[in-house]
C-alpha cells in the first residue's frame, strides 16, 4: 500500500477585503492567493463580509474561487463613512480573526496587509504565539498618514502606540513587501529589515482593463462621452489624492462644450467633489460611483488622459496605485503631486505624462488647455509608451511570480 500523500501546507491570509469586493487591496491579494494555489499549497482567506465602500452588498460567508478558500466572517465592516463604525467594525474583525489564527489547524504561514491598518498586530501576535513565520505587504503606512493628515499629532499616544505597534510588527515578519523606494526608507529607520525587505510595485488587473476602441466603447456611449477630450480621475476619492486644483481647474473650463471631466470612485473626498459640480453647475462633469470590476476595461479606456494624484507630504505614506490601471489601458498620465516620487520617476524616465504641482491652479490651466490641443497621434504614442513600460516592468504575471517567489523562500515553505 503507497504512503499517503502529504498534507499540502496550508497559507493563511488576514484581509478585510477580498473579491468580488472592488478595492484594489482585495484584488491583489487575490492574485497571490491564487497563485499560490497554482503552486500546490492550500489557501485560506479570511475577510470581511459585507464591502468595503458599500456595506449594502453581502458577500457569501463561504466560498471557493480558484482553489482559494474563503470564509467571510460576519459584522466585520460597516463602511467608510462613519468612524466610530469603522473603528467598530474593524475591532470586530480583527477579535475574530486573531482567533482564526490561533484555532485553525497545521498552519505553515501567516499573510498580511493593511486592510485594516492594525491587523498585522493581531497576525503578528497569533504567529508568535503559533511559532510560524508571517509575512507584512505594506500598502500604506500609520501613524504616517494620520499625521500628515494632521489627524493626530507625532507626539500623541496614538502616535505612539501605533508606532510600537509598527515595530512589533517589522520586528515579527519574515518577510515585509513595500511598494517604492521612499516607502522603504521609512520603514528602515524603525527596524533593522537588511535580508527581508524587497521592493515591489503592485500590478496592474490587466485582464479587465485591455484598451477598447473610443468609438465603440459603450461607457462612453452611454455617458455622453463620444467626440469629447475626456480627462478622468478613477479611484479612492481621499484627503491623501487631493483634487482640488483639478477641480479649479474644471470650474474654468466650465463652459468648454468639447472637454469633459470625469470622477469615478469613492471616499470620503468624494462630498468634496459633489459639492463643486453642484455649486458650480458644472454639466461638463461627472460624478460616479465604482465601477463593476468586469466593466473596468470600459471606464478606465473611456479617459483620453487620466489623472493620478499624490498628496504633497504622502510620498513614501501610500503609493498611487491607479496610475497602473491607467498605463495598462494606453493613457497618458496628468500628475498632480510633489517631485520627486514613485509618479515623477515613472514620468522623469519614460516621459508619457506631466507634472503639476498642488495649488498651481495657472498651471493646471494652462497644462490642459495645451495637452487637448496636442495632436491625437502624439497622445497616442505616450500612452502606448505607459502600456510598453507596464507590460515589460510591472506586468502582474511577473510580478505575482516574483512575490510568491519571496513567500516561499522567506516563510520557508519549501521543503528545499
Given at each position: 500500500?503507497?504512503?499517503?500523500?502529504?498534507?499540502?501546507?496550508?497559507?493563511?491570509?488576514?484581509?478585510?477585503?477580498?473579491?468580488?469586493?472592488?478595492?484594489?487591496?482585495?484584488?491583489?491579494?487575490?492574485?497571490?492567493?491564487?497563485?499560490?494555489?497554482?503552486?500546490?499549497?492550500?489557501?485560506?482567506?479570511?475577510?470581511?463580509?459585507?464591502?468595503?465602500?458599500?456595506?449594502?452588498?453581502?458577500?457569501?460567508?463561504?466560498?471557493?474561487?480558484?482553489?482559494?478558500?474563503?470564509?467571510?466572517?460576519?459584522?466585520?465592516?460597516?463602511?467608510?463613512?462613519?468612524?466610530?463604525?469603522?473603528?467598530?467594525?474593524?475591532?470586530?474583525?480583527?477579535?475574530?480573526?486573531?482567533?482564526?489564527?490561533?484555532?485553525?489547524?497545521?498552519?505553515?504561514?501567516?499573510?498580511?496587509?493593511?486592510?485594516?491598518?492594525?491587523?498585522?498586530?493581531?497576525?503578528?501576535?497569533?504567529?508568535?504565539?503559533?511559532?510560524?513565520?508571517?509575512?507584512?505587504?505594506?500598502?500604506?503606512?500609520?501613524?504616517?498618514?494620520?499625521?500628515?493628515?494632521?489627524?493626530?499629532?507625532?507626539?500623541?499616544?496614538?502616535?505612539?502606540?501605533?508606532?510600537?505597534?509598527?515595530?512589533?510588527?517589522?520586528?515579527?515578519?519574515?518577510?515585509?513587501?513595500?511598494?517604492?523606494?521612499?516607502?522603504?526608507?521609512?520603514?528602515?529607520?524603525?527596524?533593522?529589515?537588511?535580508?527581508?525587505?524587497?521592493?515591489?510595485?503592485?500590478?496592474?488587473?490587466?485582464?479587465?482593463?485591455?484598451?477598447?476602441?473610443?468609438?465603440?466603447?459603450?461607457?462612453?456611449?452611454?455617458?455622453?462621452?463620444?467626440?469629447?477630450?475626456?480627462?478622468?480621475?478613477?479611484?479612492?476619492?481621499?484627503?491623501?489624492?487631493?483634487?482640488?486644483?483639478?477641480?479649479?481647474?474644471?470650474?474654468?473650463?466650465?463652459?468648454?462644450?468639447?472637454?469633459?471631466?470625469?470622477?469615478?470612485?469613492?471616499?470620503?473626498?468624494?462630498?468634496?467633489?459633489?459639492?463643486?459640480?453642484?455649486?458650480?453647475?458644472?454639466?461638463?462633469?461627472?460624478?460616479?460611483?465604482?465601477?463593476?470590476?468586469?466593466?473596468?476595461?470600459?471606464?478606465?479606456?473611456?479617459?483620453?488622459?487620466?489623472?493620478?494624484?499624490?498628496?504633497?507630504?504622502?510620498?513614501?505614506?501610500?503609493?498611487?496605485?491607479?496610475?497602473?490601471?491607467?498605463?495598462?489601458?494606453?493613457?497618458?498620465?496628468?500628475?498632480?503631486?510633489?517631485?520627486?516620487?514613485?509618479?515623477?520617476?515613472?514620468?522623469?524616465?519614460?516621459?508619457?505624462?506631466?507634472?503639476?504641482?498642488?495649488?498651481?491652479?495657472?498651471?493646471?490651466?494652462?497644462?490642459?488647455?495645451?495637452?487637448?490641443?496636442?495632436?491625437?497621434?502624439?497622445?497616442?504614442?505616450?500612452?502606448?509608451?505607459?502600456?510598453?513600460?507596464?507590460?515589460?516592468?510591472?506586468?502582474?504575471e511577473l510580478l505575482t511570480g516574483r512575490f510568491c517567489d519571496a513567500?516561499?523562500?522567506?516563510?520557508?515553505?519549501?521543503?528545499?
Open positions: 500500500m503507497p504512503p499517503p500523500s502529504p498534507r499540502p501546507k496550508t497559507f493563511l491570509i488576514l484581509s478585510q477585503v477580498y473579491i468580488p469586493d472592488p478595492a484594489s487591496v482585495g484584488q491583489h491579494m487575490a492574485d497571490v492567493a491564487t497563485e499560490m494555489v497554482r503552486r500546490g499549497y492550500r489557501v485560506k482567506v479570511f475577510a470581511a463580509n459585507r464591502g468595503y465602500d458599500d456595506p449594502s452588498l453581502k458577500y457569501l460567508s463561504h466560498e471557493t474561487i480558484n482553489g482559494v478558500e474563503i470564509r467571510r466572517l460576519p459584522l466585520s465592516s460597516f463602511g467608510k463613512k462613519r468612524i466610530l463604525t469603522r473603528i467598530i467594525g474593524t475591532a470586530i474583525f480583527m477579535a475574530q480573526v486573531f482567533f482564526v489564527a490561533l484555532f485553525t489547524p497545521h498552519i505553515d504561514g501567516i499573510f498580511f496587509s493593511t486592510s485594516p491598518p492594525l491587523i498585522g498586530f493581531v497576525a503578528s501576535l497569533a504567529a508568535m504565539i503559533r511559532r510560524v513565520p508571517v509575512a507584512y505587504w505594506a500598502m500604506d503606512l500609520n501613524p504616517d498618514q494620520l499625521i500628515a493628515m494632521d489627524k493626530i499629532k507625532e507626539t500623541s499616544w496614538t502616535a505612539k502606540f501605533l508606532e510600537k505597534v509598527n515595530r512589533f510588527i517589522l520586528r515579527r515578519a519574515s518577510l515585509v513587501v513595500v511598494l517604492d523606494r521612499f516607502m522603504a526608507d521609512r520603514l528602515t529607520t524603525r527596524a533593522p529589515l537588511d535580508g527581508k525587505m524587497i521592493i515591489m510595485p503592485p500590478w496592474s488587473h490587466e485582464n479587465h482593463v485591455l484598451p477598447v476602441n473610443p468609438a465603440t466603447n459603450p461607457f462612453r456611449i452611454r455617458h455622453g462621452l463620444v467626440g469629447k477630450f475626456v480627462i478622468m480621475y478613477s479611484g479612492n476619492h481621499s484627503p491623501a489624492n487631493p483634487l482640488a486644483t483639478l477641480l479649479q481647474a474644471a470650474i474654468h473650463f466650465k463652459d468648454e462644450p468639447d472637454l469633459r471631466f470625469l470622477f469615478i470612485g469613492g471616499g470620503i473626498g468624494k462630498k468634496e467633489v459633489n459639492a463643486v459640480v453642484a455649486e458650480h453647475k458644472l454639466t461638463h462633469t461627472l460624478s460616479l460611483p465604482y465601477q463593476p470590476l468586469g466593466d473596468l476595461r470600459y471606464s478606465l479606456s473611456a479617459a483620453d488622459v487620466h489623472v493620478v494624484s499624490l498628496g504633497s507630504d504622502m510620498v513614501g505614506i501610500i503609493h498611487p496605485c491607479k496610475i497602473y490601471g491607467s498605463m495598462a489601458v494606453a493613457r497618458p498620465i496628468l500628475y498632480f503631486g510633489p517631485s520627486p516620487s514613485h509618479v515623477s520617476d515613472l514620468l522623469d524616465d519614460c516621459n508619457f505624462g506631466w507634472h503639476i504641482s498642488h495649488g498651481d491652479v495657472a498651471g493646471a490651466i494652462r497644462m490642459i488647455d495645451r495637452v487637448r490641443k496636442l495632436p491625437p497621434d502624439q497622445l497616442c504614442e505616450m500612452g502606448m509608451m505607459a502600456q510598453r513600460v507596464l507590460e515589460l516592468r510591472l506586468n502582474r513567500l516561499e523562500k522567506h516563510l520557508q515553505l519549501t521543503d528545499a
